[in-house]
């Protein structure tokens, strides 16, 4: 079996739109349909239905049953040979949302390159629950998740207590508390209480983002009703609309260290609690244990963890005198 052919058949699986696979592979159609041909021709049988509409026939199923096996296998091999003849080559599938590589990836892809610049990095943006499918499905190898899974063979550790913090300018307390935004403040030195800022106005992560419920969770926990200024899937924003006194805003650890440079210099940043303690938004790095990773692989993971390190080891309680 040519596997070649059977890598383009799992891939047409996915969209089932010979235009839109080509495409996405830049290939011509005529090759991407060629190959398909041969891998019927090897089966004596259709593995699709053209019409109305491309769908997989029963012997497409049973194929592609059998490909995601055949495809890792095959990739797993050719890293093992890859560390035997040291070649230090490879691509590393890697997945994660955009507010954790944004940062991180600039700043360990030096170091990782200069040991092993002949290997690349194929990178997946999305959610934590689709990553996890992903990685379980054998299309990535490693990831980061807020999500921590107890699955046989997997790696699911502890990379990043992100803390939450609160974010609010001088001029944001005294426009809404006046004389008393001082003692707001000392109050909230070690950790912010959301019924002390409850007249504010908040930039808000939309549930059901697992920041958004958690955030969600600390304002019912306080029993307070939150005015929305802005309502939002991603706290991009948050630090500009804090920085020009519009509304507070939430961060955690990450996004929050390169964050904090570019802030007004009135903002004030408070650890906030839950049920008086601190709440994070915990990150975890997540592989396979049980599947073959070559040396640049395992370099890599290494790099995260020392990366994370340190920002685990940060406090970024900023509060104005």
């Given amino acids: 079996m040519d596997l070649e052919s059977l890598h383009y058949f799992a891939e047409l699986t996915k969209d089932l739109n010979m235009t ?22 090897y089966c004596g049988t259709a593995l699709f239905y053209r019409k109305p509409r491309l769908s997989l026939t029963p012997a497409g199923l049973a194929l592609l049953h059998f490909s995601s096996s ?26 994660a949302s955009f ?50 899974e107890n699955l046989p063979g997997l790696s699911s550790t502890l990379l990043l207590s992100n803390q939450l913090y609160l974010l609010v300018s001088d001029r944001l307390l005294e426009q809404y508390y006046g004389p008393a935004a001082q003692a707001i403040k000392e109050q909230s030195r070690r950790g ?36 929305v200024y802005l309502s939002t899937s991603y706290m991009r924003m948050g630090g500009a609309l804090a920085s020009q006194g519009l509304c507070a805003a939430f961060s955690t650890t990450m996004p929050l260290y390169k964050l904090q440079q570019n802030l007004a210099e009135d903002v004030n940043v408070f650890p906030v609690l839950y049920k008086r303690h601190p709440v994070s938004h915990d990150l975890y790095l997540a592989y396979y244990e049980n599947r073959y990773h070559p040396q640049y692989t395992q370099y890599f993971i290494q790099l995260l963890r020392e990366y994370y390190s340190q920002i685990d080891a940060l406090d970024l309680t900023r509060i104005r005198e």
């Fill in 99 to 148: 507010v954790r590589y944004n940062y991180m990836l600039p700043s360990i892809l030096p170091t990782f390159s200069q040991r092993y610049p002949q290997v690349s990095l194929q990178l997946t943006d999305d959610t934590s629950g689709h990553l996890m499918a992903k990685l379980d499905q054998g299309e990535l190898d490693v990831i980061l998740s807020v999500r921590n």
């Fill in 192 to 227: 912010a209480q959301l019924e002390d800022f409850a007249k504010l106005p908040f930039l808000l992560i939309t549930p059901p983002n697992k920041l958004g419920t958690l955030i969600a969770n600390c304002f019912e926990e306080a029993g307070v009703i939150p005015r």
């Fill in 20 to 41: 839109q696979t080509a495409k996405r592979l830049y290939l011509s159609q005529q090759t991407l349909s060629n190959h398909i041909a041969r891998l019927e021709r």
């Fill in 70 to 95: 055949i495809l890792t296998q095959e990739r797993e091999f050719k890293e093992v040979l890859s560390d035997l003849i040291d070649e230090s080559s490879g691509v590393i599938r890697f997945g």
